[in-house]
C-alpha cells in the first residue's frame, strides 16, 4: 500500500511541475527573458554595452564635469620679437609755416618740384597766382616768402608813378626806393630788411609786391621730449632760429626774448635745452614712430635709436622707464629701419603637449582637447542616433505601406525608393555643405540641416526590408483574422505587421549606427560637417591633415580615431549580439 502512494505522490509532482500556470514555466517560455538570456551569453556583445556605456558617460556626463567650455581658448605669457618702432632718414622736405599764413598743398608740391635740387640763394617760383621767393640759409634749409600785392609802378618816359593798391598805403621811402629801382630795371629791392619786387604787368608798368615769410623747409625734424613742449617746438620762430644756429654751429640760439641752449651730436643732430638744462626738444633728419598707434616714445628712446643708426650699429640697449634693461635690434629694410625687441605678450597655447592641466594637450585654436572630445562624443552619437531614428520612421511609412497594398502602390513606391538610391551619396553631402558654407549657414543649424540630410538621403535600405518582411507576413493566418475583425488598414500595418519586422529592424539599426558615425566622420574631416565652435570626433580628427600634426602631436588625433573605432565596434559587437539573440532557429 505504502508502495502505490509513493507511485502517486510522484505522477502528482511530475503534473505539478508541468502545470501551465507555474511561475517558473511561464518564464521559461517568456520571449523576452529568452531575448535576454541568448544575448548576455553573448560575450562580444556584453563587451560591446559596455563599450557604449563608457562612450556615453564620457560624452554626456564628462562634458558636464570638465572645468572647461568646449570653444574655451587658453593663452600663454611668453616672450617674442616683435617689431617695436620705425626709423626713416627724411629726404623730403617739412614745412612749418608763420601763424595765420596756411600754405597749401600746390604750393608745397611747387617748392618740391621747381626749389629742391636747384642751386641759387633765392629761388622764385609761382603757385596759387601767388609769387614766392625760397631764400636758401643752408643746404635743406630755406626760408620760403610770398609777395603780397602792395600798388602799381608805371613809367612815363623818365617820370615813375608810384600808386598804392585799393586799402594799401605806401610810404614816401617806399616809393622813392620803388621808383630807383624801376629806373634802373631792378626786379627786386631791399628796404628796413624787407624785401620788394617788382613785376612786369603791361606795357611799362610793374607790381609792386611786399616780400614776408611764410614759411620754413627743412628736412630736420623736431620732436619734443614731453607732450607739454610740443606748442613750444612746433613754434615758427623756435624752428628757424633753432636750425639757423646749428647751421653756424652756435652752441644757443634766442626765440620769443627766451635764450635756450644747442648740444649739437651732428650736422643734422642735437638736443635743444632751457636755462635749467631741462631737454625741451631733439632736432634730426631721421624721424622715428611706433609701430602700433597710440603708442607714445619718449624722447630718450628716439635718442637712442638716432645715435645706434648714425654710428650704424645693428643693437642697442634702452633703460625703459621701469629701470629695466631692454635689448633692441634694427634691420634695414627698403630703406626703413625697423627696430624689435623681445616683449611678453599673450600667445594662443596652441600644440601645448599633455600635462596636469590638459590631460591630452591642446589643439590649434588653443582648446582643451579632452573637453573637445566630450562635447563632440556628444554630437556624433546625437548625429547617429537622430538619422537612424529619422530612417527609420520613413523607411517604415514607405516600406509598410508599399508591401501591404502591393500592386501599382508598391510598382510606384519602389521606383520611388530606386530614384533615391540613383543619387549619389558622398557628392550630394559636398554639394550641400558648399551652398552652407556659401550661405555662412549658423553651426547649430548646420547640424540640424546635415541630420536632416543625412535622413532623407538613408531611408531607402529600411524601406526595402520592410516591404519584403510585410509582403511575406500579410498572407498568414493572424492577418486575415485582422482583416474580418473588421480593423482599419492603419492599424493592420501599424499595430500588427510592422511589430513583427521590429526584431530586424532594431538589428539592422543598431548595425547601422557605426556606419552613420563614420559617414559624419568622413564629412566633417572634410570640412563639410560640423563647423566651430562645435566640435565632432571628425573635426577634431580632421587635425591630422597637418603634416606637423600627423608626426609630432599625436594626442589630437589618435585619441579621437580611437574613439570612432571602439564607438563603431560597440555598436557592431550590440547588433550581432541582437541578431543572434532574435534567431528562433538558435539553440537553446
Known sequence: MSDINKINNTEQNEQEQMSLDDGRRVKVLSPGMMVFKRFIRNRLAIVGICILVFMFTFSFLGGVISPYRQDQVFYKVDSANKEYAGAVVNTDYRFTTVDGKPLSTMVRATFNSQVKGKEGDAI??????????????????????????????????????????????????????????????????ELDGTAYTLTKDMGKSYKLSGMGEVALASMLNFDAADPQYSVLAAGYEFRKNCEAAMHAGQTTFTADGTEYSLEILSETDATIRDASGTELANVSNIIVNPVTSGVVLPASYKDAVVEAILAKKTSFEYVNAEGNTEKHTIQMRSNNYIISTEQQTYLIDMYSPPSAEHPLGTDDHGMDVLTRLMYGGRISLMVGFIVMILENIIGIIVGGISGYFGGWVDTLLMRFVDLFNSIPYYPMMIIAGAIMDSFEVNPYLRLYMMMAIMGIMGWTGVARVVRGQILSLREQDFMVATEATGIKVSRRIFRHLVPNVMPLLIVQATMGLGGIILAEATLSFLGLGIKYPLASWGTIINSSSNIYVMTNCWYLWIPAGLLIVLTVLGFNFVGDGLRDAFDPKMKR
Open 124 to 189: 622764385t617760383f609761382t603757385a596759387d597766382k601767388t609769387a614766392y621767393t625760397a631764400l636758401k640759409i643752408d643746404d635743406g634749409f630755406y626760408v620760403i616768402t610770398s609777395g603780397e600785392e602792395l600798388g602799381s609802378v608805371t613809367m612815363l618816359g623818365k617820370i615813375v608813378d608810384v600808386k598804392a593798391a585799393e586799402g594799401k598805403e605806401i610810404s614816401a621811402e617806399l616809393k622813392a626806393a620803388a621808383t630807383a629801382a624801376a629806373a634802373a630795371g631792378q626786379e627786386s629791392f
